[in-house]
């Protein structure tokens, strides 16, 4: 004969009770401290990449940008937001030889992780500048008779081409207004071209000493010519042609007759309502 014996369950002691809550939580502030560590590991290494990375993004994407696109003019721009592992800069631009107001448009550059440079800019195609340049060299015949055509009350921008190209000095001298202008450090026509601020050519120096052999896919990408090319215009900078703007009639037509100068493609017209109030 047999009979069932109910299990006789005997209760956990409180300290045995106790003891397993307190390892529980032990293991859970062990994990939760191991991933604040991680999670400040990501922060201090991005920090760190930041660093080492952004200094020499923002150098190479700013003058890189622009080198290249003498249709846009940039005054502000903001880099470099993340941290570290993807760059960012936003360029403000405004299409350059415009007569009267013109709105702003944002450039957007960036670079990955794997080091490698993307852009987000306007098109050449539709300002004055870019417009001009694909137009292509007109004879200095052609635009005498167009000037003719122009009331002498308004103003013109143009792209101005010199042959064989000037120093500096001899480019200020001649081109009046020049001191804010856009040089042309490569033949207007070339592609890629080459381009700086004349008032600011110690800074392209500056700049170009900064770039390297490994710098040349980016520069690609940010349609300026390479390193080896602008470490030869850098040796010795020479102005080929330059962006003038708000010139009048009168002073086309006397850059038109200097025999340095071997065209001038007008690029836009209008009337300047500055004009009516006299200057210095």
Not at 1 to 14: A, G, R
Not at 183 to 194: K, M, N
Not at 239 to 259: F, I, M
Request: aromatic share 6%; net charge negative.
């Amino acid at each position: 004969m047999t009979s069932d014996i109910d299990e006789i369950v005997l209760p956990e002691p409180p300290s045995l009770r106790r003891a397993v809550f307190l390892g529980v939580l032990r293991t859970g502030f062990a994990a939760a401290a191991w991933l604040l560590v991680g999670a400040l590991l990501v922060v201090l290494t991005g920090i760190i990449l930041a660093a080492v990375r952004g200094e020499h993004f923002a150098q190479i994407a700013q003058g890189g940008a622009l080198v290249g696109r003498p249709e846009y003019a940039s005054a502000e721009n903001n880099c470099c937001p993340g941290l570290g592992y993807s760059l960012r800069m936003d360029l403000d631009l405004t299409a350059r030889g415009t007569i009267g107001g013109t709105s702003t448009l944002t450039g957007v550059i960036r670079k990955g992780l794997s080091g490698a440079i993307t852009t987000e800019m306007p098109p050449a195609t539709g300002t004055p500048i870019g417009d001009a340049l694909q137009r292509g060299r007109p004879a200095k015949e052609a635009t005498t008779a167009f000037l003719a055509t122009l009331p002498a009350s308004v103003v013109a921008s143009a792209v101005v081409e010199f042959g064989p190209p000037l120093s500096p000095n001899e480019f200020l001298d001649l081109v009046p207004n020049s001191l804010r202008a856009q040089v042309f450090l490569t033949s207007p026509y070339a592609e890629p071209v080459a381009s700086w601020p004349v008032s600011d050519l110690r800074g392209f120096q500056e700049w170009v000493s900064h770039l390297s052999g490994s710098d040349d896919d980016a520069l690609h990408e940010l349609h300026a010519p390479p390193v080896k090319q602008l470490r030869s215009l850098a040796a010795d900078p020479h102005v080929d042609g330059a962006v003038v703007e708000r010139l009048t009639v009168t002073q086309l037509r006397t850059l038109l007759a200097d025999p340095r100068v071997q065209s001038v493609n007008i690029a836009a017209v209008g009337y300047d309502p500055a004009r009516q109030f006299p200057t210095s």
